[in-house]
């Protein structure tokens, strides 16, 4: 196998020169740089991809920050950022912030250690502060899931995702709504309780205050679990009036909802109706209605606009809001019987 040494020697040039011309440098001429790649060529001589990260003082990783591995949302949106970085010749580095409020202390350190080429920021909230520190050591950073004015960001129109569903169940002739949510510190649980609210109040329909529930945090990931949905439906069967429809927050919420309503001999949708959020995969197999995010697309997404950031691509602040798709099936279809 050829080495660097083999090149710079047939080319009758130094390693430095060799190294010059794969990493595209300007400090050589164009002649001593088409001899050299012909070269290379001849050979079949192939550059150690670390090698090459060093001398362009690059990683070749782009990292990703995540919250809550285990969450169906982060897989499916984790396989679109690993299909992108792969297409883009990466390695993908994940960084575990298992506490949200760790997730700038991950983000700085691994900037300011160079530990990668550019960061995936995901489903957390970045202060001020800390992105112009980040932005000052000059690491691209797309935020996914989330938004800052100052920050390349990529999300889902959550707020107009829920109204939408709202206002399906209500089209369907629904009048006693209820909410089971993730924790409001969690941005799209607010952006989607917001959606909920705007169009049951355009409907005229009271908002109980008992039938908006924020699930507990015991198992983390901020309320987003089955779990968690589990007990915030029994919180509600035990309520002397209960909704008559539901819109819940997560696929994963609603199927602890379901199991609990299953339980209690509540028949779904002729008793209660529900509508989650995600589509994940399993969703289908429940016979869920639910929103549809793009979940993968906007993985793949965040990377594409990392790839053009290392190119040198700067064309200002890049805000992608991606819209979501209402998915009718068994457990909201057809309307109140």
Known sequence: MATIYDVAKKAGVGIGTVSRALNDSPNISPETKEKVLRVVREMGYKPHALARGLARKRTGAIGAVVPFFTNYFFIELLKGIQNEVSRLGYDLVLFSADDVSRGEEILERIVRESRVDAVLYVSMPLSDKVLRRVQSLRVPVVLVDQFHPNADSIYVENHRAAYKATRFMIEQGYRRLGMINGQLRSRPARERQEGFLQAVREADLQVRLEWLVECDNLD??????????????RMLLELRERPEALFVASDVQAYGALRALREAGVRVPDDLALIGFDDIQTSELVGLTTVRQPMFEMGRLAVRRLGNRLKGSDDGLWHKAL???????????????
């Open 220 to 233: 983390g990931q901020d309320g987003f679990n089955a779990p968690a949905g589990y007990r915030a439906m």
């Open 323 to 337: 819209e979501t798709e209402l998915v009718i099936r068994q457990t909201c279809a057809g309307g109140r019987s």
